[in-house]
């Protein structure tokens, strides 16, 4: 469940129910099809039924393709052919010619439901022996001889609120998990889907905190939700979206929004990843670059391999010789081209960093990606704390409550400091911020306008008041 549906290469079909200890087998998707159709049905119906059935047997297939209805579960196969359970399916079977020209003729074509996504859960059945809710194969052929065409055949078995796609694309199939775990730093499209799907869960699951914003930053709103997520479900409390977490939440995202079944809530627009995938490169410029480079100077500080570098919000020439030389001290591949995998490498980096070293005064970096409205904690209450001080002599910043919630007087605190040196407004802690934050509360309470611990009713002079600003 990554995106728009495609049609796949290849299909992998398990010979026996789920825990069977049967063979797979793969074969090209329109083989996959054409079996199916051709051990289901009979060739000798009107094309009318048979392209209304394969229409419902390509739907099928794909819904459980696309919610990886068994592969988040952990098998290692998209479906399975015992019809207790899915489609027929005989291995090297013959496939009846009207069949094959039928299914290369619709292939690209499936059922949704309008208004969603995901190719629909066409269920269907015999029709004689066995009956259920959806289409009946044997139901078909009689309103085909009335001449009722394969969508109207498709509509008297599954409602007037469907629709077939056209021209799907197709592509390789592969697993939806990147590869690589998403923790805290980690950026993305595949972020915004999981925090989507989390938030989604967390309406059946209250104990699962909201996600404030599905921005696709890692946040620590995201961790924690994350956490309780891995809690309720007895998967390793770690915070991280491995393998294990990201096939969980696609099984039971899939399970609460009921996308197997003919009463779908469905998959919209909405539903899926909006943002554009966060890749930096050569000539890029604006806050990201400004932020990919802060990180860089942290990790230049401490590794002699990767040369400094100014930070200016432009993606030069200095910031790609920098990024390269962090890929090979990281031994990724050395493009100079910033994606996830060098995102996530750096922050980590950073991370470590962070996690040991203090700035002036004694101050620890920032040791998450970022702080906005709706977080809390120690962190929260740190920030807070600063403002407070940087109050003092900055009348335009408001002092914030100090009590470890980021809310909306946080937000005006931080908003106003933003505003006062120079940076973008938008009320969110990320790494430059709170640099700023930390360098401005270090120059106040340890130089010339250090005010804690002066003598009772002491003023700054005139003078002092003006160099102090």
């Given amino acids: 469940m990554t995106g728009i549906p495609y049609i796949p290469e290849t299909f992998t079909v398990h010979l026996g129910t789920p825990d069977s200890p049967a063979e797979n087998v793969t074969v090209s998707f329109p083989d996959y099809i054409k079996n199916v159709a051709s051990s289901e049905v009979y060739p000798t119906w009107p094309e009318s039924a048979l392209r209304a059935n394969i229409y419902a047997q390509i739907s099928f297939a794909l819904n459980r393709f696309y919610t990886e209805w068994y592969r988040s579960r952990g098998y290692d196969f998209d479906i399975t052919n015992s019809t207790a359970f899915d489609q027929a399916f005989v291995n090297n079977r013959v496939i009846y010619d009207n069949i094959s020209e039928i299914v290369d003729d619709i292939l690209g074509s499936y059922i949704r439901e309008q208004g969603t996504i995901q190719p629909f859960f066409a269920q269907y059945c015999n029709g004689t022996t066995v009956t259920c809710d959806g289409l009946s194969q044997w139901g078909t052929v009689p309103l085909a001889e009335q001449g009722l065409g394969p969508f109207d055949i498709l509509t008297r078995f599954y409602g007037n609120d469907i629709e077939l796609v056209q021209d799907a694309p197709v592509r390789a199939g592969s697993p939806s998990y990147p590869g690589i775990p998403l923790a805290l730093g980690s950026t993305g499209a595949d972020v915004q889907l999981k925090q989507i799907q989390l938030n989604r869960i967390s309406q059946n699951y209250p104990a699962i905190p909201k996600i404030p914003v599905t921005d696709g930053l890692f946040d620590m709103a995201t961790e924690r939700a994350v956490r309780a997520y891995q809690r309720i ?112 490498a750096l922050y980590r980096a950073y991370r470590g960093i962070a996690a040991t070293v203090s700035l002036p005064g004694g101050e620890r970096l920032l040791g998450t990606f970022v702080l906005r409205q709706g977080d809390s904690g120690e962190e929260v209450r740190r920030l807070q704390e600063y403002l407070e001080t940087i109050a003092t002599v900055y009348p335009a ?73």
């Fill in 233 to 344: 479900f007895n998967l390793t409390e770690d915070g991280v979206i491995g393998n294990a977490t990201w096939n969980s939440l696609s099984y039971i995202y899939a399970a609460v929004k009921r996308l197997a079944d003919l009463n779908s809530e469905g998959i919209t627009l909405a539903d899926l990843p909006q943002q554009r995938p966060q890749i930096l490169t050569l000539g890029d410029s604006g806050d990201e670059v400004r932020i990919l480079q802060y990180y860089l100077a942290v990790v230049a500080e401490f590794y002699n391999d990767v040369p400094q570098l100014t930070i200016n919000g432009q993606y030069d020439t200095a910031t790609e010789n920098t990024v390269r030389a962090f890929q090979r001290v990281a031994g990724l591949p050395e493009d100079g081209i910033v994606g996830l995998q060098t995102w996530t």
């Fill in 397 to 469: 910043v408001p002092a914030p409550a100090v009590d470890g919630v980021f809310g909306p007087r946080t937000k005006e605190a931080v908003t106003a400091f933003q505003r006062q040196f120079g940076l973008d407004p938008d009320g969110v802690v990320d790494a430059l911020t709170f640099l700023q934050i930390v360098t401005t509360y270090t120059d106040i309470t340890e130089g010339e306008e250090r005010r804690v611990g002066q003598e009772p009713g002491y003023t700054l002079t005139a003078r002092e008041e003006e160099e102090a600003l």
